[in-house]
């Protein structure tokens, strides 16, 4: 089971309790995604001022699809690793109970951001580097871009640590 996530079965539907809590890692600093894209410590900084000014939030979503919101983030914030959210599925939507089951079964665990680029510039090894981005949702997803952004995550040094090992293996390996 997902640290945080409580879920009860009656009847053989999923009934979220109040413990249906939800946190990790949506994204982590310094990674490359799937798209060959890495986020830069502060890059969202300036995105979850100008929400809190607003009195916005972040969007929970199913998927990336906005017309499936399933929850709320109650806390977003970027620490020294990387962007962590903590929030909680919505015991009447429907999609929410579901994503509940899926979490707890472990067939889902994905976390993945919806943003729009403020500011990105290419490195030395031809990622896109993002600077500033502004910030939409967070969703539970299948197959995250980033495949290390996942619910419950707490590892994120470690995990910073081992890819950094396989980039260098790489580099050396077309170099070499």
Do not use: C
């Amino acid at each position: 089971m997902t640290p945080g996530l409580e879920v009860k079965f009656a009847g053989g539907v999923p009934t979220l309790t109040d413990g249906h809590v939800i946190e990790g890692y949506a994204s982590l600093f310094g990674l490359t995604d799937q798209g060959g894209d890495a986020v830069l410590a502060g890059a969202f900084v300036n995105s979850l001022r100008k929400l809190s000014t607003k009195g916005d939030k972040v969007r929970m979503l199913w998927q990336h699809d906005p017309a499936r919101p399933i929850g709320v983030w109650d806390e977003v914030r970027e620490d020294e690793k990387g962007l962590w959210v903590k929030g909680r599925l919505l015991p009447d939507v429907e999609q929410a109970r579901e994503a509940a089951a899926l979490l707890t079964a472990g067939a889902i665990d994905g976390l993945s951001i919806g943003y729009r680029t403020i500011r990105a510039q290419r490195d030395e090894k031809g990622r896109r580097v993002l600077a500033e981005v502004e910030l939409w949702e967070v969703s539970l997803v299948t197959f995250p871009m980033l495949p290390e952004a996942k619910v419950g995550r707490k590892d994120a040094d470690d995990l910073r640590e081992i890819a950094n090992l396989f980039s260098a293996a790489t580099d050396a390996l077309r170099t070499g």
